[in-house]
């Protein structure tokens, strides 16, 4: 069901190479405890979403005041954010049985899908070669 937000992430990669018109996209992530790491992966389209293929990654460990990451030099398009708090340090989202999720989690927009997650479409952001600051309130936050 909230699949999207399963990853085992070992490190962060957070710039790619690129030319032309890029931007930076900046998200900043609300509710989140400060004893755990925060995890984003940031899609590019939405056979990516719904694989659960992230083109970029992103662990935030420790934060002053609140979490944040940069995606950098990104092409114009549109893109969706997943997020998580990795409360117990498996590095997965936690579900129970009904795979409904048992630690914090978020997408951009804060989209909220019926069922599972949201749609790509519902998450998207659009990137038109100016820096963008978008924000992630967590779900199920303790």
Known sequence: MFGYLYYSLAAATLTAGGTGST????VEVTNA????PVYLALFDDAASF???DGFRLAVIKRWAT???AA???L????YAVAAFQDLNGNGVLD???LGIPTEPYGFSRNAIG???PPSFEAAAIAMDGQDLTISIALRNSP
């Open 75 to 78: 092409p114009p398009g549109r």
């Open 95 to 97: 579900t129970n049985l």
């Open 33 to 36: 405890r400060q004893d755990a």
């Open 71 to 73: 995606f950098t030099d």
């Open 23 to 26: 931007a930076d996209l900046r």
């Open 114 to 116: 019926n069922l599972g």
């Open 66 to 68: 609140r979490p944040s």
């Open 50 to 52: 719904k694989r659960r």
